[in-house]
């Protein structure tokens, strides 16, 4: 009888023995249940995101990019950006190359007699086309109709050493002899007369009438005419 009881005691602590062992398998060894069997990790959560959330990484990430591919290619509408410089227009390229030739449009042309009797006319063509043009060569003059009229020839040592580039406003010159001064000379009366510019190939089309008050006369045969020159010298402009 007592070899029966016994048995079923020992049974028992047996049984209690191994429920102790699992409930301890279960615990973190301070008496409370490990989180990691109910709760994922944070890098867990973090890959375990909502399509939604996926869309606004992504858009945030395009937004980043194109502020940075902005911020690299500077502002489009040209205005200065971070470093100071505009990037959005050009500075134009210096031709280095002389002004265009003047036309009879670009300037306006007056004449003034000069001495007593008058021999001489001085032309000022002063350049009212807001650029800068040149002064090619000399005038071409018409003392009477241009068709049948003689051509006034140029004094060579009144040709001036570089163009005459004229700037807005400035004025270019040109002394012309009109007769000796003599009372027998083969003299007629002109009030007004042609002028014309020399373009960069020649003769321009167009000419302006010069009108000069009181008249002056013309010896044909004498007549002449100086080169475009910024100011009348002594001596190159005496003929």
């Known amino acids: 009888m007592r070899t029966s009881t016994r048995r079923p005691a020992v049974l028992a602590a047996a049984a209690f023995a191994a429920l102790s062992l699992t409930l301890t398998a279960c615990s973190d060894g301070t008496g409370a249940k490990s989180e990691d069997s109910k709760a994922p990790s944070s890098a867990a959560k973090a890959s ?21 591919d902005a911020g690299q290619a500077g ?68 003392f009477g109709e241009i068709q049948t009229a003689k051509d006034v020839p140029a004094v060579a040592k009144s040709k001036p050493a570089a163009p005459v580039v004229l700037e807005p406003g400035a004025p270019a010159y040109a002394a012309v002899r009109i007769n000796d001064g003599g009372v027998d000379e083969q003299n007629r009366a002109v ?23 009181g008249g002056i006369a013309v010896d044909d045969a004498v007549a002449k005419t100086g080169y475009w020159t910024p100011q009348l010298r002594n001596g190159a402009d005496e003929f």
């Open 48 to 68: 375990d995101t909502s399509p939604q959330a996926k869309d606004e990484d992504a858009s945030a990430g395009e937004s980043a990019d194109a502020a940075k």
């Open 191 to 213: 009030t007004d007369f042609y002028v014309n510019l020399f373009a960069a190939d020649g003769p321009a089309e167009g000419s302006r009438t010069v009108t000069v008050p």
């Open 75 to 142: 502002p489009a509408n040209g205005t200065a950006g971070a470093t100071g410089t505009q990037t959005g227009t050009k500075s134009p390229k210096k031709t280095g190359g002389k002004a265009p030739a003047c036309t009879v449009k670009d300037v306006r042309i007056t004449a003034a007699k000069e001495g007593v009797p008058t021999t001489h006319l001085t032309l000022t063509a002063k350049n009212t086309s807001g650029r800068a043009c040149t002064m090619v060569k000399y005038p071409l003059l018409a």
